[in-house]
């Protein structure tokens, strides 16, 4: 029975990992594809660039999402609604498709002829960035601390005890993004963009102080009895 439910686990992680490889290739190779032929319709070459806007607020989005669903758990709001399980397999697929969000937001730069990204410069963290480089730089180290803590979280059985203190690195990576976002998205100049930042980092900052509130306050109650 013991040997069934490893085996059906090991099936689903393959499915997942599978699932994001076909997705950041899929969406590579679209990208590469479609992008020049949305810019000759736009008579633009920064096709790439609204791309990678969008597909970073996407990706944004769906971090705070697993974000919230991960606050809800510990909080114990989940169990009343969505339910525990629910609100698990929301925190798992939107961090999923969250790093896919961000892959495919790093590699539409590539197909912008405007910005003139590179490898290097879309990858490793510098001063020499050519738009907002700090900010583009926190977005830059947040990226593999997400994939290490996504990967660690899926082999928590291989990893041990240790994946939970890797996880706390999530709340960096959601406020990272937030940062990256407000100040080297271009879109942040619009109010209703600028809105959902003021509601999402709300919502984490709020979640995250009633977590440790009601921790706290469970252990006050142990303590007592």
């Known amino acids: 029975m013991q040997e069934n439910i490893q085996e059906n686990a090991w099936r689903i992680l393959l499915a ?19 992008s020049p032929i949305i810019a000759r319709s736009l008579a633009t070459v920064q096709s790439g660039w609204y791309i990678s806007r969008s597909t970073g607020i996407i990706a944004y989005l ?18 009343q609604w969505p339910g525990v399980v629910q609100a ?7 961090s999923l498709a969250s790093l896919v969000m961000m892959g495919i937001h790093v590699v539409a730069l590539m197909t912008d002829t ?5 490898w290097v410069t879309l990858f490793v963290p510098s001063l020499q960035s050519p738009y907002a480089p700090i900010a583009v730089g926190i977005g830059q180290i947040a990226l593999p601390i997400a994939i ?16 939970r203190w890797i996880h706390v690195g999530a709340f960096f990576v959601y406020f990272a993004g937030a940062l990256h976002g407000i100040f080297s ?3 942040t100049r619009i109010s209703l963009v600028s809105l959902m930042y003021v509601v999402t980092i709300s ?15 469970i252990s006050a109650t142990i303590d007592a009895v």
């Open 16 to 34: 997942r990992i599978i699932g994001v490889v076909a997705g950041l290739v899929v969406g590579v190779f679209a990208l590469m594809w479609v």
């Open 62 to 79: 769906l971090s705070w999402l697993a974000t919230v669903a991960g606050l809800m758990i510990t909080g114990r709001q989940a169990q």
């Open 88 to 94: 698990n397999d929301i925190h798992r697929q939107a």
């Open 114 to 118: 405007y910005m003139h990204y590179t």
């Open 148 to 163: 290490v803590i996504i990967a660690t979280a899926e082999w928590r059985q291989i990893v041990g005890k240790a994946w």
């Open 185 to 187: 998205g271009s879109d």
């Open 203 to 217: 919502s984490v900052i709020f979640l995250t102080v009633y977590r440790v509130v009601f921790r706290r306050s």
